[in-house]
């Protein structure tokens, strides 16, 4: 793949990731709404984490692939930059929107470190006490601990242990969130240990990232998809988010069947749009308004950071939708600005400046 055309394909992927969330989180919020666009915002809104990720994995090959290549397949300095570059690139922004919301919320000195480390995910009290999309920055940064290792091995093994590990661990996640699920329709756990146990760790999101690694491994394939058949999937990812709606309702009230079969349907989902992300990224990419796309996609990681803080207190207000809407978008993107353009891209220059230098 062109590296232009790869770029392109990123930003487009990028900028609909954070639509998808930052929109999908408002609809789960906003009043008023009619159900049927609740259900709508929560389809969209739960695409959106597993191409991150997915994201996540096939950029990262691609940067330890890089380094390597430049360190003469050097392993260990190759590696000790691949942290030092993720480090620069996931913290600055992290940090200081940590220190920004530790200090509104006056929280506890272990609640900001075990944030401020990104171990908050092992504790349940804390994997979701500041700011409800960190738990996703744990995940991350622990996947980056793995990732060189995980991203080495994809790279110098054949088809079958690529295939085979991956589908190992779509199974594993599947039968351990399966069992967290039935320890709670047990009552052993409580729905607060469910999220926690059952979504906020990488153990259940890791075949994400190898999905993406395994993109990069396997992007000299062709994949041509006919434009009626990728309709057709987008569509039956429509069905299946909408069907799947209910999750958390269905959880609430202890609908066993109903939520088996449901994250089964999640599974599937996240098969198809792997699927159609691998095609996306062989397609030629001529799209009109790329300046919007390019700006969003640029400010994704921020956006991410800030959207849900702000969503949050704007909902103290008694806004109509459409009201919270305009102000939640704006203000969302004024503080990813300001966060991308003040913190991030100083590090993201300072960070290829490093890259030229080793």
Known sequence: ?????????????????????????????????????QKVGFSLASYGIPLFFIISGFLLSASLMSLLKKHKNRIVSSVAMFFIKRILRIYPAYVVSLLLLATYYEVQPEDFWVHFFNIHNFFSAYHRSINGVYWTLA???????????????????????????????????????????????????DLNELIWLAQDQLYIHLFNFLIGVAIYKFSDTRIKIQRFWASILLFLLFIIGYVASGLSEDIVNYQ????????????????????????????????????????????SYSLYIYHFPVLHYLANYNFSWFLFLLIYLCSSVVLAAASYYAIEKPFL??????GKNN
């Not at 232009?4 to 989180?25: E, P």
């Not at 996947?143 to 190992?168: E, G, K, N, T």
């Not at 994250?263 to 062989?282: G, K, P, R, S």
């Not at 220059?349 to 490093?354: E, F, T």
Request: proline share 2%.
């Open 1 to 37: 793949m062109e590296q232009g055309k790869k770029n392109v394909a990123f930003d487009v992927l990028r900028a609909i990731a954070v639509s998808l969330v930052v929109l999908g989180h408002f609809t789960s919020v906003a009043k008023e709404l009619p159900l049927v666009v």
């Open 256 to 299: 066993g069947t109903d939520i088996f079969y449901k994250t089964l349907l999640n599974y599937m989902a996240i098969i198809i749009l792997a699927f159609l992300v691998a095609a996306f990224l062989q397609v030629k990419t001529n799209i009109s308004y790329y300046r919007v796309i390019s700006f969003i996609s640029a400010i």
């Open 349 to 354: 220059r300072y960070s290829a400046l490093l």
């Open 139 to 189: 995940v991350e940064f622990q996947w980056y601990l793995l990732a060189p290792w995980m991203i080495l091995f994809f790279m110098h093994s054949q088809v079958r242990p690529v295939w085979s590990v991956l589908a190992l661990c779509i199974l594993s996640s599947l039968l351990i969130r399966g069992s967290i699920v039935y320890q709670y329709l047990l009552q052993a756990i």
